[in-house]
């Protein structure tokens, strides 16, 4: 497991953007080991998959509701979720998490089960 930290959230109003990060105190090397992931909950609702991105950063994957609004991408030390065109919706908890990249599988990606490690969370407001 690696320790996860996101950071970036905040209040803003419908049709504004923002960007979320999440770092992590292991090493580049360590780092470049996993798949990662976002997913984002909100009281009493199941946490829900919002992207992932592979170890090596050449695979990507979105849920339908963000497609086309949202952009995932990493480097050595930190993954970016770039949300544009945010909509009420959109409010919740982001929370980044991490796999072991044994292999890349859609289905692991998008599966909150699969990921060993999880950052705290941070809160994103969207007001309309």
């Known amino acids: 497991q690696i320790q996860l930290i996101e950071t970036g959230g905040g209040m803003v109003q419908a049709g504004d953007s923002l960007r979320l990060s999440c770092s992590s105190s292991?090493?580049?090397?360590?780092?470049?080991?996993?798949?990662l992931g976002w997913f984002r909950q909100t009281p009493g609702k199941e946490r829900e998959f919002v992207s992932a991105?592979?170890?090596?950063?050449?695979t990507a994957f979105y849920a339908d509701s963000v497609k086309d609004r949202f952009a995932i991408s990493r480097d050595n030390a930190e993954m970016f979720l770039q949300m544009d065109r945010l909509t009420p919706e959109d409010t919740a908890v982001y929370y980044c998490?991490?796999?072991?990249?044994?292999?890349?599988?859609?289905?692991?990606?998008?599966?909150?089960?699969?990921?060993?490690?999880w950052g705290q969370g941070t809160q994103v407001t969207v007001s309309s």
């Open positions: 292991s090493s580049a090397r360590t780092f470049r080991t996993y798949n």
């Open positions: 991105i592979s170890w090596n950063g050449q």
């Open positions: 998490a991490a796999q072991l990249a044994t292999r890349v599988s859609e289905r692991l990606l998008r599966a909150s089960t699969s990921y060993e490690s």
